[in-house]
């Protein structure tokens, strides 16, 4: 049998003996199912009268129970260490692109790394990037990025006159009295950022996704190796109830 095969056997299984054996101990924690009686009636004289027998029959016995017990935890125990036994076999190296990046790695390690690499590409995915309406260059110094200059005016009103109609002898100027924009200075923006290029996290996303693939492979790999079936169920039992 393949491992792969066994591990959904082994699932259903466990779900289904973990049901039967607490409905055995409902059963079992049921001291009435166990007693029963029997009881005659014998007169002692003519005045005594003739009553029919009682009784109350026995409903289960503890060796049936531990019977059943044991059969049940037998296969399940069985079913477990036939899966064990057989993930202490079950490797397989994980291979990107033609290079194996970690060799004979067990089928539980596996697993996890599954799980971790998915939780590690969100994580990638959401780091900060930069705007890329910025133009940027590294920062050797202190390892910032940096963007190109970029200036912009400051600017002042400043009040102005303008004569509408000159002065007569007999009548003063007329005047129009504005205001016009004046540059008093320039501003030099330079931004300066800790995050990456995008292209950085899509290298990086496409670098663990063909990671997780690879291992994903090779649990595959991994699972379809061939396994023996375990009897250790039996040994348990006979040691516990002698």
Same mark, same amino acid.
């Given at each position: 049998?393949?491992?792969?095969?066994?591990?959904?056997?082994?699932?259903?299984?466990?779900?289904?003996?973990?049901?039967?054996?607490?409905?055995?101990?409902? #059963?079992?924690?049921?001291?009435?199912?166990?007693?029963?009686?029997?009881?005659?009636?014998? #007169?002692?004289?003519?005045?005594?009268?003739?009553?029919?027998?009682?009784?109350?029959?026995?409903?289960?016995?503890?060796?049936?129970?531990?019977?059943?017990?044991?059969?049940?935890?037998?296969?399940?125990?069985?079913?477990?260490?036939? /899966?064990?036994?057989?993930?202490? /076999?079950? /490797?397989?190296?994980?291979?990107?692109?033609?290079?194996?990046?970690?060799?004979?790695?067990?089928?539980?390690?596996?697993?996890?790394?599954? #799980?971790?690499?998915?939780?590690?590409?969100?994580?990638?995915?959401?780091?900060?990037?930069?705007?890329?309406?910025?133009?940027?260059?590294?920062?050797?110094?202190?390892?910032?990025?940096?963007?190109?200059?970029?200036?912009?005016?400051?600017?002042?009103?400043?009040?102005?006159?303008?004569?509408?109609?000159?002065?007569?002898?007999?009548?003063?100027?007329?005047?129009?009295?504005?205001?016009?924009?004046?540059?008093?200075?320039?501003?030099?923006?330079?931004?300066?950022?800790?995050?990456?290029?995008?292209?950085?996290?899509?290298?990086?996303?496409?670098?663990?996704?063909?990671?997780?693939?690879?291992?994903?492979?090779?649990?595959?790999?991994?699972?379809?190796?061939?396994?023996?079936? #375990? /009897?250790?169920?039996?040994?348990?039992?006979?040691?516990?109830?002698?």
């Amino acid at each position: 049998m393949k491992l792969s095969q066994h591990l959904g056997v082994e699932q259903k299984t466990r779900t289904r003996v973990h049901r039967e054996v607490t409905d055995l101990y409902r #059963k079992a924690c049921q001291p009435d199912h166990f007693n029963g009686f029997v009881r005659t009636y014998q #007169k002692v004289d003519d005045d005594g009268g003739e009553l029919p027998p009682e009784s109350k029959r026995v409903q289960l016995k503890v060796d049936e129970i531990l019977a059943e017990l044991r059969r049940l935890s037998t296969e399940r125990i069985d079913a477990v260490a036939t /899966k064990e036994w057989g993930n202490t /076999k079950a /490797k397989a190296d994980i291979v990107v692109d033609d290079q194996t990046v970690v060799a004979d790695v067990p089928v539980g390690c596996l697993l996890f790394l599954e #799980k971790q690499l998915d939780e590690l590409l969100v994580f990638i995915r959401g780091l900060p990037t930069l705007d890329p309406s910025e133009s940027w260059e590294l920062d050797r110094g202190d390892g910032l990025f940096r963007s190109e200059p970029a200036t912009t005016l400051k600017m002042r009103k400043v009040p102005r006159s303008h004569v509408l109609v000159p002065a007569t002898e007999h009548h003063p100027a007329q005047a129009e009295t504005y205001h016009e924009d004046v540059i008093v200075g320039e501003w030099t923006r330079v931004l300066r950022s800790g995050a990456v290029h995008q292209v950085r996290v899509d290298d990086l996303s496409r670098r663990i996704v063909k990671l997780r693939d690879a291992v994903i492979s090779a649990r595959q790999a991994a699972n379809a190796i061939d396994i023996d079936e #375990k /009897k250790i169920g039996s040994a348990i039992f006979e040691y516990i109830l002698g």
